[in-house]
Every structure is written in structure tokens, then in C-alpha cells.
């Protein structure tokens, strides 16, 4: 019963922290101008504020931990490379057996499929050597080192930090410099120049 208070405690807390300056911050952004109605807008169209999203995304990873263990037996959080190297083992195996992590990179394809189709931002496109070649090296090295700091940003970042796993940091911390340099290598050094 504690824990519960402690819990609702810091949650409380937490919100009033998240949403005490809504009203004070200026509204001065230019959004672009509104094609749809009802629930079209509000999906696919709509700004969402990121502390708004936020709350959602966090119960889905606090009920990914229980629900996780119900399906599997393993107090397993979310996390992408784990599922990933599954599905793929799962259908080169030929096994017609899924877990909940192929659902999840399921859910993942088809609901990035979904969102850009309604919001009629679906295209194919095609790429230029240098964009293919940067876009392959730098997809390279985040599979490297997603496989050595096992997990991904969603894996260390959200569920291993949640749990205050020190290899979790490590590697959060380690995510945030290869951006930076690749947002330096990429978009930066090229317009100093």
C-alpha cells in the first residue's frame, strides 16, 4: 500500500511539473493549414504535444513489463532488436509459432504503413548513390550497435532505463554522441564548408 502512495505520489508531481507551463508558453508556432475533420485530423493531421504522447507511450511501456510476463513468463519490457532478430529467425526457421515481439514489428510496419497512407504522406522514393551509401553505413553501424549494446533506443532508452540498468545508460549516452555525429557529419559540416 505504500508503494501505491509513493507511486501516485510522484505522479502527481510529475504531471504538475509536465503541464504547469502550458498556459505560459507562447503560441506563436505557423502550423500548416487543416484538409480534414473528426477523427482523420485528430490521427493523422493533428500537432500532439510531445508531454501529451508522452503519458500514453509510458503506460505502454509499464503495462509492456506485466503483460509480457502473462504471454511469456519473462518480466521482459519493450525493446525492438530482440523482436527483430526473432521475426526474422521465426521465418527463416519456417516455425509458424509468434510471440508478442512479432506482433510488435508487425504492429510497427503496418501502423508506419497506416499513419503515412491516411495522412496521404505515403510515396517510394527512390535515392541517390551518396544519400543510399551514407543511409546503408549509418544503418550498419546502428544494427552493430544496437546487437552490442543489446537493445535499441526503445530497449536502453525506455525500458532499460526504467530499470535503471547502468548498461542501459551507457548506452543511451553512447546513441546521443553517434546522432550528434552523424547529424555534424551529415547536415552541419557540409554548410560550414
Keep these: 500500500m505504500r508503494i501505491l502512495f509513493?507511486?501516485?505520489?510522484?505522479?502527481?508531481?510529475?504531471?504538475?511539473?509536465?503541464?504547469?507551463?502550458?498556459?505560459?508558453?507562447?503560441?506563436?508556432?505557423?502550423?500548416?493549414?487543416?484538409?480534414?475533420?473528426?477523427?482523420?485530423?485528430?490521427?493523422?493531421?493533428?500537432?500532439?504535444?510531445?508531454?501529451?504522447?508522452?503519458?500514453?507511450?509510458?503506460?505502454?511501456?509499464?503495462?509492456?513489463?506485466?503483460?509480457?510476463?502473462?504471454?511469456?513468463?519473462?518480466?521482459?519490457?519493450?525493446?525492438?532488436t530482440s523482436p527483430l532478430i526473432e521475426f526474422v529467425i521465426t521465418f527463416v526457421s519456417g516455425s509458424n509459432q509468434m510471440n508478442w515481439g512479432n506482433f510488435f514489428v508487425i504492429g510497427i510496419i503496418l501502423g508506419s504503413f497506416l499513419c503515412t497512407y491516411c495522412s496521404e504522406e505515403f510515396s517510394i522514393k527512390g535515392a541517390d548513390g551518396e544519400s543510399l551509401m551514407f543511409s546503408l553505413f549509418g544503418g550498419g553501424l546502428m544494427g552493430l550497435g544496437s546487437v552490442l549494446a543489446k537493445g535499441c533506443i526503445i530497449g536502453n532508452g525506455l525500458t532499460g532505463a526504467a530499470t535503471m540498468s547502468m548498461r542501459s545508460w551507457i548506452g543511451i549516452i553512447s546513441i546521443v554522441i553517434g546522432i550528434w555525429i552523424g547529424t555534424y557529419l551529415k547536415l552541419v559540416k557540409p554548410y560550414k564548408n
Design 6 to 80: 509513493l507511486i501516485i505520489s510522484v505522479l502527481t508531481v510529475l504531471l504538475y511539473v509536465l503541464f504547469s507551463d502550458v498556459k505560459k508558453r507562447p503560441k506563436n508556432h505557423a502550423f500548416p493549414s487543416v484538409k480534414y475533420t473528426g477523427l482523420k485530423h485528430i490521427f493523422f493531421e493533428k500537432i500532439w504535444d510531445a508531454r501529451i504522447v508522452s503519458i500514453p507511450i509510458g503506460i505502454i511501456a509499464g503495462l509492456s513489463f506485466y503483460l509480457n510476463y502473462i504471454l511469456s513468463g519473462e518480466a521482459k519490457g519493450l525493446g525492438l
